[in-house]
């Protein structure tokens, strides 16, 4: 056997992208950034950037998240503090044609957070916005002639990441604030999943799933008409039975 050479192998770059999801205005909303240098300049993005010499992936994922939006990822690991945001890998991107700088291989994550502010621009963006998800996806974004690289797949690759987990999953309570009503998480399901759905059904499907919601201890007026009770999610990851989506 051949000893091992380096430089008989082509070098490459390997990048983080984010596919930031929050649900605003009961739309779930997707963080672009207008990128400010070539290539691509001009055209919105996904934040993201290379990953460093001294850096793990979930190290540069949690960075670009940071500098971005100026959230820390949650450590599963760690009790929640309430201002951590659900990261998670979603996939792999390595068409050797998907940069026109250099073979660059991205390694995509998944972000979910709460309502999240106006966001600020970083890094080698100039500006940054919520955008619809269905609007940016179905190419009708006013702001948007389409996504640079092949961010428009990744996008798509991490909703689909979101609407199917949410039906097996506790994920959807990543969407809201420590403590929520049932009728705010019903909001997050109809947002992800572009449906309607029946809030008697729903209230008794999500209360009845063992370990999905737990009483918070109060109550809040802040939609409107009586005061709704609180909940917490609970120690529940799985959900049984799941919250199939309604075919549509």
């Known amino acids: 056997m051949s000893p091992y050479d380096p430089s ?25 950034v207008r990128r400010g240098e ?20 979930a190290g540069a994922a949690a960075r670009e998240l940071s500098e971005e939006t100026g959230l820390c990822a949650h450590d599963p690991a760690l009790p929640d503090a309430g201002n951590g945001a659900h990261l998670e890998q ?29 966001p600020r621009a970083g890094g080698d963006a100039n500006s940054a916005r919520w955008a619809s998800v269905d609007e940016v996806l179905a190419g009708t974004d006013e702001d948007s002639t389409g996504l640079a690289f092949d961010h428009a797949r990744i996008l798509a690759d991490g909703v689909e990441r979101a609407r199917s987990k949410i039906e097996y999953s506790s994920l959807a309570t990543a969407f809201c604030p420590p403590e929520f009503t049932v009728g705010e998480l019903r909001r997050v399901y109809e947002a992800v999943w572009g449906v309607s759905l029946d809030p008697r059904n729903f209230h008794r499907k999500v209360t009845g799933t063992p370990g999905f919601l737990v009483p918070a201890g109060g109550t809040t007026t ?15 990851t799985l959900l049984n039975p799941p919250m199939l989506r309604p075919e549509v």
């Open 8 to 32: 008989a192998y082509p070098p490459f770059a390997v990048t983080v992208d984010l596919v930031v999801l929050t649900v605003r205005r009961h739309a779930l909303c997707a963080l672009v």
């Open 38 to 57: 070539q290539p691509f300049q001009g055209r919105w993005a996904l934040p993201g950037g290379f990953v460093r010499g001294d850096e793990d992936l």
């Open 90 to 118: 979603l996939a792999t991107y390595g068409d050797p044609k998907r940069d026109p700088r250099m073979r660059v291989v991205s390694v995509a994550h998944l972000v979910l957070a709460p309502d999240l502010p106006a």
């Open 222 to 236: 802040r939609q409107g008409g009586r005061p709704a009770q609180l909940f917490r999610a609970g120690g529940a």
